[in-house]
């Protein structure tokens, strides 16, 4: 299946995130996104800041042929101290798929992946976006798409250019 001229990509497993995790004690984040995979610093001061930020990662990975976003992850940062932040023990995950698939149009409902590190002290959470027939936006009307290891607005792939008249 071919999506917004990508190939359909398959989802990374748990494990395969793992190894690359424990990359990261020698390199940054950012070596490996791609356009399937992306990581994300957790805001400790901000709850809502990190809901708003899956729903709008939930949309541009499903117009991209799907993927997922690591939360928990420091941005250029090495050494696996230095990287895994984590996130928040008391994120519920239900309460995050409901808020994905209520933000979304058409809804999407994402999977999550817990990953533990040093003895159960850190948490990351890995939302897993499946492909599905795009466009997806969020209930805003906003669209995004993933094109290589960033978000564009899907106006500007279209257009070559961003839409100002929205």
Request: hydrophobic share 40%.
């Amino acid at each position: 299946m071919v999506l917004a001229g990508k190939e359909e990509m398959v989802i990374k497993s748990k494990s395969e995130i793992m190894k690359i995790i424990q990359q990261l004690e020698h390199h940054i984040a950012d070596d490996f996104e791609a356009q399937d995979l992306d990581f994300k610093q957790w805001n400790f001061t901000s709850r809502e800041e990190n809901i708003q930020k899956m729903i709008k990662y939930a949309v541009c990975m499903a117009n991209g042929g799907g993927g997922s976003v690591v939360f928990g992850v420091a941005d250029n940062v090495r050494g696996i101290d230095q990287v895994l932040v984590g996130i928040p023990f008391d994120i519920d995950i239900q309460e995050l798929e409901k808020r994905v698939y209520r933000e979304t149009d058409p809804p999407i409902l994402p999977t999550f992946d817990e990953i533990f590190y040093q003895n159960h002290s850190i948490r990351l959470l890995v939302m897993n976006i499946f492909p599905g027939e795009p466009p997806y936006t969020v209930k805003n009307g906003i669209a995004t798409i993933r094109t290589g290891k960033e978000c564009l607005p899907i106006g500007f792939i279209k257009t070559g250019k961003e839409d100002f008249n929205e």
